[in-house]
């Protein structure tokens, strides 16, 4: 098998976990993967203490920390347009399969998603074959990507929820946490629409 980042051959590991629970098989080569380093556990609550946003999000675990390995593989993958990428994480996704809660991707503006032809989340959980369901949309096609962090955090709520969610526990998923906010506003509208818990998990923390 070819690894989907450096391309070298590699040979599986052969394990009873794999022949006997159908686990996938590895996409990425054991050097390649070591690469990776996985987030530590930090308080996400600090910086948005006293502000309207406080605790609407009850709980925030990211996967892995943003180090220049993962930089190079996130562009790759949402600006390179290469979804074979989401591969390597599904093992990393796949435990979601077991959580109770409602399973709800952070969206794209509909014209977004035309531009850059997929949703990196969506396709996160696919390929980890987990549930979801779309119960958020996006009210304007703008980016976070060049704002300053106090932009980010005093910006306008731009999510709206389309379906009901009364009394649901809701798991947000998104790919990349930087300040907060867009877990916090999808967290914050979903709350004022009923829901009586929402938690959070994203693949990468900044």
């Known amino acids: 098998m070819n690894c989907l980042t450096c391309s070298s051959l590699f ?10 629970f159908m686990r996938q098989a590895e996409v990425i080569c054991s050097k390649c993967k070591s690469k990776f380093e996985k987030a ?3 308080e996400h609550e600090t910086q948005w203490i006293g502000t309207l946003y406080e605790g609407a999000l009850d709980s925030l675990t990211s996967i892995y920390d943003y180090n220049e390995w993962m930089k190079q593989i996130y562009r790759q ?21 077991k959580v ?14 035309i531009e850059r032809t997929f949703s990196q989340v969506d396709q996160l959980l696919l390929a980890a074959n987990v549930q979801f369901k779309h119960v958020l949309s996006k009210m304007r096609n703008s980016s ?3 704002k300053s962090k106090n932009e980010r955090m005093t910006s306008e709520i731009n999510f709206e929820v389309c379906t009901n969610v009364q009394n649901q526990s809701i ?15 999808a967290a914050f509208v979903l709350k004022q629409a009923g829901a009586q818990k929402v938690n959070g998990i994203t693949l990468i923390r900044a």
Do not use: C, N
């Open 40 to 42: 530590k556990d930090i």
């Open 77 to 97: 993958y949402k600006f390179q347009h290469d979804i074979e990428l989401a591969k390597i994480f599904a093992q990393d996704l796949r435990h979601l399969q």
């Open 100 to 113: 109770q809660d409602l399973i709800v991707p952070i969206p794209l503006h509909p014209e977004m998603l």
């Open 171 to 185: 798991l947000l998923v998104d790919d990349l946490y930087t300040t907060g906010t867009t877990l916090r506003h």
């Open 144 to 146: 976070q990507v060049k």
């Open 11 to 20: 040979l599986e590991t052969s394990s009873w976990q794999r022949l006997f």
